[in-house]
């Protein structure tokens, strides 16, 4: 028992200083990432924290997961190499009798692993598009920026006003092009005002010109105006769709038999039983060698991290176009991965060697 509470406060020790690493150099990268969306014009510049908070709650399961394995693989290497697992060993334990330490540990980071997986996944997905979707449906005038090009909702119009502008519901210096399927206008204006008429937002341009182009016709016309008023669309209904794989519901993919439903739900469960299987990897891999570098078994984990999570995007992808159903991706994946560890664990544990097997299965 004195041995379980004192490896367990180590591994605590060093999960919570391995998780405020991890998670500091994500947010720094979804930083810049954000920033990056602002800067196209993807993320309204005042919701990029909030986008950046989203983001990294729904990549704190992967965050989770590796903190967990970098955890028992640390903690086990510092153990073997301050000979702490000899006087284990020595006391008539083996290997396995090491499981039971680190799964009375981990359960409680895999039971917020699985519910961040499965719940809160899909609800920060879901609130990141439903700030992008605001953004992208804003009227055209929101879309405005002074001193800037900017395109309309619809894709029809560019806009262009002046710096120099008296306040939020007047420009000066106006420029407008609109391109229709038979037609191109480009409209130009000293000053122009926004103002409500009917319940309709329509633009007021005062002294300006208008060329108007037929695509089907030679010729251009032009005309000059006193005033000439235009009527400002709200944003159009594209972007991305509210009902996207990734915003829905855990419950709502499983009862979806389509591959790509399947593909997302394979993921969210994935990712919950990846906790389980890096814990008995961590076992199996952690070791020192005298004649190698002490971090030798830090790199495997990371290695073996990166390799198991590349084949769920891959698994996921096919899944996601019927190359191979969920439940044997799963079986294969998952049960292999553990079925493997469990069988590098129980070697280490009774101390099998392939040369020792070939050697037996010489002399019989």
Request: charged letters at 15%; glycine letters at 8%.
């Amino acid at each position: 028992m004195l041995f379980d509470s004192s490896i367990r406060k180590e591994l605590a020790r060093s999960f919570g200083a391995t998780l405020v690493v991890l998670i500091t150099v994500v947010m720094t990268m979804m930083l810049i990432r954000t920033l990056g969306q602002a800067s196209r014009g993807s993320v309204a510049p005042a919701d990029v924290m909030l986008v950046m908070g989203f983001t990294v709650l729904g990549q704190l399961p992967t965050i989770l997961s590796l903190s967990l394995f970098i955890t028992v693989v640390g903690t086990l290497s510092r153990m073997y190499r301050d000979s702490e697992m000899v006087i284990w060993f020595s006391a008539g334990r083996g290997l396995l009798s090491l499981l039971a330490p680190l799964l009375r540990f981990s359960w409680p980071v895999m039971l917020v692993i699985a519910a961040l997986s499965l719940v809160v996944w899909p609800w920060a997905n879901r609130q990141i598009q439903e700030l992008r979707t605001q953004y992208e449906q804003r009227s055209d005038v929101d879309r405005v920026a002074p001193g800037e090009f900017q395109e309309s909702a619809n894709g029809t119009r560019v806009f262009f006003i002046d710096k120099d502008t008296p306040d939020a519901t007047a420009a000066n210096n106006v420029f407008i092009a609109t391109r229709e399927k038979q037609s191109e206008t480009v409209t130009s204006a000293q000053s122009a005002r926004l103002e409500m008429r009917n319940g309709e937002r329509m633009v007021l341009l005062h002294n300006g010109q208008r060329l108007e182009t037929a695509l089907d016709k030679p010729g251009l016309r032009i005309s000059e105006f006193v005033e000439y008023g235009t009527l400002i669309e709200g944003g159009g209904q594209g972007g991305a769709d509210v009902d996207a794989i990734k915003t829905r519901a855990t419950w709502e993919l499983a009862r979806d038999p389509q591959p790509q439903p399947q593909a997302e739900l394979g993921w969210r469960l994935g990712t919950a039983f990846a906790a389980i299987n890096f814990v008995v990897l961590g076992l199996a891999v952690a070791i020192v060698n005298p004649r190698a570098h002490r971090s030798t078994s830090l790199v495997l984990a990371l290695l073996a991290f990166m390799v198991y999570y590349n084949l769920m995007s891959v698994g996921q992808a096919w899944v996601g176009v019927g190359k191979v159903g969920l439940a044997p991706f799963m079986l294969a994946l998952h049960g292999g991965t553990l079925a493997l560890g469990l069988l590098l664990v129980a070697a280490r544990h009774n101390h099998w060697s392939l040369r020792a097997l070939l050697a037996r299965g010489s002399a019989a």
